[in-house]
């Protein structure tokens, strides 16, 4: 297996002793948060994302290295096996070549080809094939054989073509020709389904569509097989585009190509006509169709790990949001009829108070709800009050301001907050467990004012997929994206540590070496005798071996215990180290941590020795700068417009504070206070070209925006963070962006997206989107 750290060494770029290193601790059983912050030297600084990348890469290469052996084995048990196979079966690195190499020697059920074979009809289609001048209809009466079905010449004929047509369509180097070709060629084509033209409006821009196979982006990719999975798009590969006029009777290229490989001309010889037809039909029967489902599913495949990306960088984004911080906080979980649901927690999150007021109708309880919400500030000493996005939000936004300036508590901060998942965490077996004598209304506005206290303590408690900040995510593998989004909390939660003392299950869970049987021990320990005063406590803990212990202790906290360097990262494997560095210094340790001047001037290379290289040693004194960092922002607040509530409030030419929700393929969807996102087009995102827009912005920052267009009936609203684009009237009324004259013939073409399908691939496609990504957001 010494091929596969080489060959990962060399996609990664790394060196093979570093790959090795690295496949060797994750067989050990190390996480990939550990072996990048506690394995340095043996990996050479690989880091989380070369490691995740690595572990995926030794997943898939195992895997063919297993299937190979099974091949060979099953090849060879058919005495089939020649020394040209064996090494072509050993040296591919494609799972796809690889099949296409056991194609000819797989199993199958019987075929037409095979019972022909039977019937003695393998010479007849050799000798058609080796001799041009051979009458096929003379030759055919020699293998009549009326008992397996073959009365005539006819039948004889056609049987001899199905066991050439299989083996051509078997041949591992013509499906390796045919398989780029139009890789390279070929476009991916829609049209409507008769009668679907109204049920599938959304996707009226694909109803005659047409794009390259290899260019077309993610987003569009997945529109396109979503509406053919809603039965309203039919979609077919264009092995030739441009090509729709040829004559019936000219052959195409696959039929060129064909003939090519196999040095064959159906043009001339008396068996023209029967080699002519055999051809056409091993294109089009066998491997055009064929090369349609694997090219499809490959771009679909693509298209998937595109958007599985970019759900994880959102996440990852939305995780890594700044905590406001150790406060007391007010949740608001705004309702209209069944009123604003209100909870006050402490610090550490504990409830304190929950309550409900009706300030909206048809009860209209103003003045009772403002004082019930200043009686509760003023009881608890809230310091923050965090107001869910949903329905009502702006409304209540008001109320509050209007009780803060009333009983003159303008110290208080409120944050109106995402509130992405509140109703799915609240609902939950968790929540029951966590908060048994609330009802699920009210736990939604404390989790409202957890996730503004730390956000990813918080939205540890939900699903991934129910947080809604992805792309197309139930078209997705399942898997592949419960994978990756388990991946992106568990390098999130060890990025930022987890105090041991504080911690949910949901929270431990997700630290380095902690099963979920573990997490739960942790907190019932800490139940039953109080809180941890050191790390090395955790041993106690029921099933926590060494193992667990080595993988967890670095990324858990403990504030205030006996051993200072438990609330740092310094993993207690090297806590020897430092008191030797401030034995060295004349110093405790004590006094040597928080001493940035003095750890600033220690040389690194000093304290080298065969168990700690230079990068951990640089990592340490790092860290006891200023122990227990949080890598997460600083906390920072959008400000709404007052009087910008609704779209009907919205103008073109309007500037605004938004707060980024999200990051699609195509834009990013920014929340500007009117409960309904704005989207901004990739080409609205800057002067400069932008291939990424995820370069330009992230889930969570504030931005500011221009209204471009609003468009009422259907809740749309286009927005542009080039705030120099003048707006003018265009000739139909609408509103359009008049650009920069540097800019000038970028944006024309941006402001006219309906003038190729491509562009009108993208609106259809930002349409179906924004429609599922409201739907999750209300969830």
């Not at 037809?277 to 029967?285: L, Y």
């Not at 009686?375 to 310091?383: D, N, S």
């Amino acid at each position: 297996m010494s091929w596969i750290p080489q060959q990962i060494a060399a996609e990664l770029n790394a060196a093979p002793q570093q790959v090795q290193a690295a496949v060797a601790l994750l067989d050990e059983g190390a996480t990939v948060p550990f072996i990048a912050r506690y394995r340095k030297e043996a990996t050479g600084g690989l880091d989380d994302t070369q490691l995740r990348q690595l572990a995926q890469r030794l997943s898939y290469l195992r895997e063919l290295d297993e299937r190979r052996k099974v091949i060979i084995a099953s090849i060879e048990e058919q005495g089939k096996l020649t020394a040209e196979l064996a090494a072509a079966i050993r040296t591919t690195q494609s799972k796809t070549e690889l099949e296409d190499l056991y194609l000819p020697y797989k199993p199958k059920r019987r075929t037409k080809g095979q019972i022909a074979i039977e019937a003695g009809l393998e010479p007849l289609a050799d000798a058609l094939l080796q001799q041009p001048d051979l009458d096929p209809e003379q030759a055919a009466q020699a293998y009549l054989n009326p008992e397996a079905g073959f009365a005539d010449s006819k039948a004889c004929l056609e049987g001899a073509r199905f066991i050439v047509m299989e083996r051509f369509a078997e041949d591992a180097e013509l499906l390796k020709k045919v398989r780029h070709y139009l890789w390279e060629n070929a476009h991916i084509t829609s049209q409507v389904a008769s009668g679907k033209e109204q049920e599938g409006a959304k996707y009226r821009d694909y109803f005659e569509f047409s794009e390259a196979l290899k260019k077309i982006p993610s987003h569009r990719a997945l529109a396109l097989f979503r509406g053919r999975n809603e039965g309203v798009l039919q979609l077919k590969l264009n092995p030739e585009p441009g090509q729709e006029e040829r004559s019936v009777t000219a052959s195409s290229y696959g039929e060129t190509l064909i003939a090519n490989h196999f040095e064959l001309n159906p043009e001339a010889g008396a068996n023209a006509a029967w080699l002519r037809q055999t051809i056409q039909w091993t294109w089009r029967i066998k491997l055009l169709l064929h090369m349609e489902t694997e090219l499809f599913a490959r771009v679909r495949e693509a298209a998937e790990h595109d958007a599985i990306k970019i759900f994880a960088n959102n996440l990852k984004d939305l995780l890594m949001a700044a905590p406001a911080g150790a406060k007391t906080t007010m949740g608001l979980d705004p309702g209209v009829r069944t009123g604003i649901k209100v909870a006050v927690i402490d610090a550490t999150g504990k409830v304190l108070a929950t309550n409900t007021v009706y300030p909206f109708q048809p009860q209209n309880q103003v003045d009772k709800s403002l004082r019930t919400l200043t009686q509760l500030c003023q009881q608890y000493k809230v310091e923050l009050i965090a107001i869910g996005n949903g329905t009502y939000s702006r409304e209540t936004d008001r109320l509050v301001a209007q009780m803060l300036k009333q009983a003159d508590l303008n110290s208080i901060n409120k944050v109106i907050v995402n509130e992405a998942g509140a109703s799915v965490y609240s609902a939950s077996e968790l929540a029951a467990l966590e908060m048994p004598e609330l009802d699920v209304s009210l736990r939604g506005a404390v989790s409202i004012a957890r996730r503004l206290q730390d956000p990813l303590a918080e939205l540890v408690k939900i699903e991934p997929k129910a947080i809604g900040v992805g792309q197309y995510q139930h078209d997705v593998s399942q898997a592949l994206l419960a994978q990756s989004l388990d991946a992106v909390v568990e390098d999130c939660v060890n990025a930022v540590g987890v105090d041991l003392n504080t911690a949910s299950v949901p929270l431990l869970a997700r630290v380095s070496g902690l099963s979920r049987t573990l997490a739960q021990n942790i907190v019932s320990y800490r139940d039953q005798k109080g809180a941890f005063s050191s790390r090395e406590e955790l041993l106690e803990v029921a099933r926590m071996g060494p193992k667990s212990y080595q993988q967890a202790a670095g990324f858990l906290r403990i504030r205030n215990g006996r051993q200072p360097l438990d609330s740092s990262a310094v993993h207690p494997e090297a806590y020897k180290l430092v008191e030797h560095i401030a034995a060295s210094a004349g110093k405790a340790v004590n006094d040597l941590i928080g001493d940035r001047d003095f750890l600033r001037k220690l040389d690194p290379k000093a304290f080298v020795d065969e168990q700690f290289g230079l990068p951990t040693i640089r990592d340490i004194l790092h860290e006891l700068e200023k122990p227990g960092r949080d890598p997460r922002p600083e906390f920072k607040t959008a400000a709404f417009k007052d009087g910008v509530e609704t779209v009907a409030d919205l103008k073109p030419g309007m500037t605004l504070e938004g707060v980024v929700s999200n990051v699609a393929a195509f834009g990013a969807f920014v929340d500007i206070g009117v409960h309904q996102d704005g989207l901004v087009h990739v080409s609205a995102m800057s002067h400069q070209f932008v291939s990424e827009p995820h370069e330009v912005v992230k889930a969570g920052d504030i931005v500011k925006v221009k209204v471009i267009e609003v468009d009422l009936p259907r809740k749309r609203i286009s927005l542009s963070m080039r705030l120099d684009d003048e707006i003018g009237a265009s000739r139909s009324g609408s509103a359009k962006p008049q650009p920069a004259a540097h800019n000038k013939q970028r944006a024309t073409a941006a402001a006219r997206p309906k003038k190729s399908p491509q562009d009108r691939g993208a609106s259809a496609m930002g349409s179906a989107f924004a429609e599922a990504f409201a739907k999750a957001k209300k969830n």
